[in-house]
């Protein structure tokens, strides 16, 4: 499918003197995707480590508090919509952004002087114990995360919505490329910062779980400062001018100088008038799911079937960030532009589905080296599979309601994401209780994710970006009309 068929003669004519977006603003606009990347590793890395191997606060805590930023997913939809319909200070994103950004920032850097506590109740206790005082610090660190999530998500929405107003169909797959590349070096950096600090820390030789309490705080507390103070000032250099220069938000919504006309409940109407809105959301969540169910298996069946130590075994990430980066460069700057993105998209889910089959294959031959090359193809194949859906997933997205949107997309990742996560431990799990062999117990799990690639391929070929943009552009009219209420 070319780019070409994404057109239509009734599309509103975009403002002439409206900029085109350059490279190195597109760039900028990336420090965003590395901030968050940042902020990840700070929360899912990071605070999981101390939380659970130095203070002694039992995993399903420590998993519970920290998954209410996941939790709060749903609210993406509304905040896309306010960022759609009730801009700040004249500017339909950007405000978002930042607000957002401050917010999660100052959260992230609460909710670890929290766990502090935790952990001290905990050391004093020599181990957990539920009272008061636990489930009131407990209680406060949920809703802190919760607030966490629901910053990234009034943040992280517009941000992918300011991409849709500011991008055409061309150029987009290139903007999100580049973007989607920051967010992984946010990772690699958050990664290796939160290594060198851990073994500062661990320096002394101290096993985990006996380091002093006092020693812990002060260079972890250095970094939950430091990390948000850069990442609001990453926000603010990635957004700076952006959309005052370079948003078609105006000249393409035909509900212009209409701010608040559009309410949260026809938002949602236009989000479910054509059926593509649904298929696309269904292929989305078994594409992350069949992603990610890898995510709690890959170290543990480094370590069971090759006999991999446990540096080794994290490594395997790097090999796979590898390939991702990989993967993101080839397929918005030389593959989507020659392929279009749902062929590139198929071939993508494709690939992945066949990597996982060599991952298999490396788990019968034990043969580390064949797994490090399987690692390597899984990520370039999960770019390209990634960056074709991401670039549909724009176009499959009404100008007027963009901000609605991007927060269901958001929604439909997000929830599947953390469903991917347990999805896999139980697969495992039950692939155990059948198998007395590892390599198999783990090869259910990649079996069932080559599967689930495989029907995502069968429900992608259902999307129709046509037939989503008529059908929604009709609905949109329907409402700016008033009829769609009545």
Not at 15 to 43: D, E, I, K, Y
Not at 178 to 195: E, F, P
Not at 303 to 323: C, H, Q, R
Not at 381 to 388: D, K, W
């Amino acid at each position: 499918m070319s780019t070409g068929n994404f057109s239509d003669p009734s599309s509103p004519v975009i403002n002439p003197s409206t900029r085109q977006v350059g490279m190195l603003t597109v760039f900028r606009l990336g420090l965003f995707n590395l901030a968050l990347g940042l902020m990840a590793v700070l929360t899912l890395a990071v605070l999981n480590r101390v939380m659970i191997s130095e203070l002694g606060i039992p995993a399903t805590i420590t998993a519970g508090t920290l998954a209410m930023s996941q939790f709060v997913a749903p609210a993406r939809v509304w905040f896309g919509q306010l960022s759609d319909s009730k801009p700040i200070l004249g500017r339909h994103r950007t405000g978002y952004v930042l607000l957002g950004a401050i917010t999660f920032s100052i959260a992230v850097f609460l909710a670890v002087q929290v766990v502090w506590q935790l952990g001290a109740i905990a050391r004093a206790n020599q181990g957990w114990l539920w009272n008061a005082q636990t489930i009131g610090w407990t209680g406060l660190l949920a809703l802190i995360m919760a607030i966490y999530g629901l910053a990234v998500s009034s943040s992280s929405t517009p941000f992918t919505a300011l991409l849709v107003d500011i991008s055409d169909e061309d150029n987009r797959p290139k903007i999100v490329a580049v973007v989607w590349s920051m967010l992984m070096v946010g990772i690699v950096i958050g990664g290796i910062t939160g290594s060198i600090v851990l073994k500062q820390i661990e320096a002394g030789g101290v096993q985990a779980g006996q380091i002093p309490l006092e020693n812990l705080q002060a260079p972890i507390n250095s970094i939950f400062s430091f990390i948000p103070f850069l990442v609001i000032a990453l926000a603010l250099i990635a957004t700076w001018q952006v959309e005052r220069k370079y948003s078609r938000f105006s000249a393409r919504s035909s509900a212009n100088n209409r701010e608040d006309s559009i309410t949260l409940r026809q938002a949602l109407k236009i989000l479910t008038a054509s059926p593509q809105t649904g298929i696309f959301f269904c292929f989305l969540a078994l594409f992350t799911i069949s992603l990610f169910m890898q995510e709690a298996v890959l170290e543990p069946y480094g370590g069971e079937v090759f006999g991999m130590s446990i540096a080794d075994t994290t490594k395997l990430n790097s090999y796979w960030g590898i390939g991702i980066l990989l993967g993101y460069g080839t397929t918005g700057f030389l593959i989507i532009p020659r392929l279009g993105k749902k062929r590139t998209t198929k071939i993508g889910c494709l690939l992945v589905a066949v990597c996982f089959g060599l991952i298999i294959l490396s788990g019968f031959t034990q043969n580390e080296m064949i797994l490090k090359v399987a690692m390597v193809l899984f990520g370039i194949a999960a770019g390209v599979a990634t960056i074709g859906g991401i670039s549909l997933m724009l176009d499959l997205t009404a100008a007027e309601t963009a901000g609605t949107f991007i927060g269901a997309w958001g929604l439909a990742q997000a929830m599947s994401r953390a469903l991917a996560t347990v999805a896999g431990g139980v697969v495992l799990d039950l692939g155990k209780a059948i198998f007395a062999v590892p390599v198999l117990a783990y090869g259910l799990v990649f079996g069932i994710q080559a599967v689930g690639m495989i029907l995502a391929i069968a429900l992608l070929n259902r999307v129709n970006v046509v037939e989503f943009q008529t059908t929604t552009r009709k609905a949109i009219a329907t409402v700016m009309e008033g009829d769609l209420d009545g």
